[in-house]
């Protein structure tokens, strides 16, 4: 997410990183989230498990302000390729804390602000090492795992999943979701 921090900041946007480790509890990501947010209304962007750990943390703390949010590639619904991957002994020691995140579930924004998805479309990446995923995905996350009801608005881009947070493009659309609640 530097390379998105540093467009967002070549915009005139504040930015600061959040770092997490998929390897800690869910829990434990969300009380730093929390902490990091300091009872600021702030635009949120999110990438991967960093976009589900801010839908979770809006999701189930409606006292937590905020305004516009953007999710990258997050897979809220459940992670097909993280089940699949967590099968092995190398993959449930690197997904760690927050492998059960990746369960089949519903998503739901019922928030009043804004909240856009950005879904990539091209097939590519580590993900396909462990066989092709069913249905439209970016190579690591099914385009269905990131439908939220309720969402503001979605767009598709033709990127990879890993691509998402350093296009150009989708630094664009993200920028204007943040600006004016669309990607119009």
Do not use: K
Request: charged share 25%; aromatic share 8%; net charge positive.
């Amino acid at each position: 997410m530097a390379v998105m921090a540093w467009r967002l900041r070549r915009a005139g946007f504040e930015t600061r990183c959040f770092t997490y480790s998929g390897r800690d509890s869910l829990e434990a990501n969300l009380e730093r989230l929390a902490r990091s947010i300091e009872g600021r209304a702030a635009h949120l962007v999110g990438h991967s498990l960093g976009g589900v750990l801010v839908y979770d943390l809006l999701r189930h703390r409606a006292s937590i302000p905020c305004a516009n949010v953007v999710l990258l590639g997050a897979p809220v619904r459940g992670c097909f390729a993280g089940r699949r991957f967590g099968t092995r002994a190398l993959g449930r020691w690197m997904l760690g804390g927050c492998a059960p995140r990746w369960r089949e579930r519903d998503a739901t924004w019922r928030r009043r602000e804004p909240l856009g998805v950005i879904a990539g479309t091209r097939v590519f990446g580590l993900a396909r090492a462990l066989g092709s995923l069913p249905g439209e995905n970016d190579g690591v996350v099914r385009l269905e795992e990131t439908t939220i009801e309720g969402m503001s608005e979605r767009v598709l881009v033709r990127e990879p999943h890993s691509m998402l947070p350093v296009s150009a493009d989708v630094a664009h659309l993200v920028q204007q979701f943040l600006r004016r609640g669309t990607f119009a």
